[in-house]
């Protein structure tokens, strides 16, 4: 039964799908595939924009989390409030570049505002190896899924090239149209998944209630409802918690796909309606944290004692075979969602901003084929590092965060300051990097600054670093530095009008 409804939703949802893809017109360009046509509304936009947001992470990591540590989890809330207040702010400003100059990845941002082909190609590696890290963590949920479904017989390295191959499979045959429309069914099922596990908990573990849960919990491991959390030598302390939302909150907008994702938008308006809104979607991460807690409750121990694995282990173990199905259908889509955008703005920029600028122009067709052979690469490079990496996915994303920070300067001040430029841009990454790589860092700054999230350390010195050095070179001609500044272009005003 459990793996007839998860085939049952997986085709569905992929019908659907498709149908929805195929009404776009042109859907062979390079463009339509990885932008959608520029033509989301707010609706699908909301859909797409929530599917970056709520994946595999949000409910077995933060659940897994709960489960471990206790308390640190509560960085869901504060992290996707700060990250939608500054969205607010930026991510008009990146449709606006991209409607502009017609962009399609963030690294033709960077080349274009900064006037330097050469950057494009740098921030090009930096955007594709951050996202090769996200995708790992969709990877590790896909395969404990995949086992969940087929059974814990299969082996890990089997079940990760299970997930890999699926994920490959739902990029190639949608697009970005495509997974808007499964970001929607996404979200209506985790809802129905999350009603239906927060509904029938409490009688799960002997709780009165779903808040008796936590008065049960805080009874069974005193202190776990505050911070460090479950584990008193643990370093996730308020300071942890603090820096680490401001440093994923800075950092949230700059990931290259969800650049392409803001292109994608109709309007700037569709973008503001979703940041004003998507917060509310924070409220689940209650019931996720909550059922972290009953699993802790229920005396689940995972195998392997794997955290991201809590939620689904307790899930198995507690509940007939239809609700098994229908959070397994429901996690493949929390992992295929966003994986797919991940791998397709991966795709899209190595043909872009790597290959086309030492290659030469390519034609549509031979760009769409670049495209799809690089993004298989790119996964296979992905699920090699989630079969050799045990690490929780809170940490992974922190790790990611962390990468991509170092292109949250450049992004800010690109939009802020005019006098940016692209050799500060490189001496601010060099140094960034070096803050957060090199051998001796690590040790340094949890002596210097203990418990501070090294991510934003390490963003902080490039930010310096950039600073300083753009006041020392000369500036871009006026004309880059107005782009996503002001919006002169005809474009720009024709779309705000039909809008």
Known sequence: MTLAIVCAILLATLAG??????????????????????????LIFWFMNAGEVYTTFAVLGISGYAWALGAPAYLAFCSVSLSYAVGYWLMPRIWRAGRQEGFVTQADYFAARYEAPWLGVLTGVIGIASLVIYVQIQLISLGLIVRLTLGSDL???????????????????????????????????????????????????GAASLLDIFHMADQAYPGIGAFPGKDPASPTTSVWLMTSAVNIALGNWVFPHLFQMCYSAQSATAIRRN???????????????LLGFAALLAGVQPPDNNLNAALLQFVATSYPAWVIGLVAGTGFLLALVPGSLLLLSAGTIFTRNIAQPICGALSEAASLRLSRAALVCFAALAAFLSISDGSSLVRILLNAYAAIGMLAPPVFLGFLWRRATAYGVLAGLVAGFVALLAPFASSYWSRAVPEWEPGLIAM????????????????????????????????????????
Not at 275 to 289: D, N, T
Not at 465 to 477: F, G, H, K, N
């Open 155 to 205: 082996s890990t390295v089997a079940a990760t090239l299970i997930a890999a191959a699926l994920m490959i499979a739902f990029v190639f045959i949608a697009g970005l149209r495509s997974a808007a429309f499964a970001a929607g069914v996404k979200d209506v099922l985790m809802i129905v998944v999350v009603v239906v596990l927060s509904a029938t908990v409490a009688g799960k573990v």
């Open 275 to 289: 940041a004003v809104w998507q917060p509310l979607y924070s409220l689940a991460y209650f019931f996720i944290i």
């Open 17 to 42: 799908a498709l149908g929805y893809g195929r009404r776009a017109r042109g859907e062979n360009t390079l463009t339509e595939w990885a932008v959608g046509g520029r033509s989301l509304g707010t």
């Open 460 to 499: 902080a010195i490039n930010a310096l670093v950039l600073i300083a050095v753009s006041l020392l070179t000369p500036m871009p001609r006026p004309s880059a530095v107005a782009i996503g500044i002001h919006s002169t272009s005809p474009r720009v005003r024709a779309g705000n009008q039909t809008t």
